[in-house]
């Protein structure tokens, strides 16, 4: 089944795994990962685990668009996706035991003329 999954506001997630986390101090990652995210591509992901063949569809820009963009297909999730220029925006995800500290860039505006 093709499912379309449209992402207007894409990421590239970046998680950090960092032991005893605070805010203020010098650490060293134990492990980084980084995928394709926002909310419709997340969605894709699921759908995808659950058997489903996303068709995802996002404005990206920039190097981290075309990272974005990569990662997403690596995991088998095909893209129709919409070039501006500009950059990506790129959330980071700080976890260690006690959690997860999310830090999310803004998105940025698009242009009219991206959403036609």
Known sequence: MKLLCITPNPAL???L???NFRAGEIFRTSDVLMV???????VARAARILGADP?????LGGHT???VAELA????MSGAWTWYDG???TCTIIV???GATLINETGRAMPAEVWA
């Open 13 to 15: 997630d970046r998680t």
């Open 55 to 59: 068709l995802c569809l996002s404005p």
């Open 73 to 76: 297909e690596r995991e088998g």
């Open 17 to 19: 795994t960092v032991s």
């Open 96 to 98: 260690d035991e006690a």
């Open 36 to 42: 394709a995210g926002g909310k419709g591509l997340n």
């Open 65 to 67: 668009g075309r990272l």
């Open 87 to 89: 950059e990506t925006r």
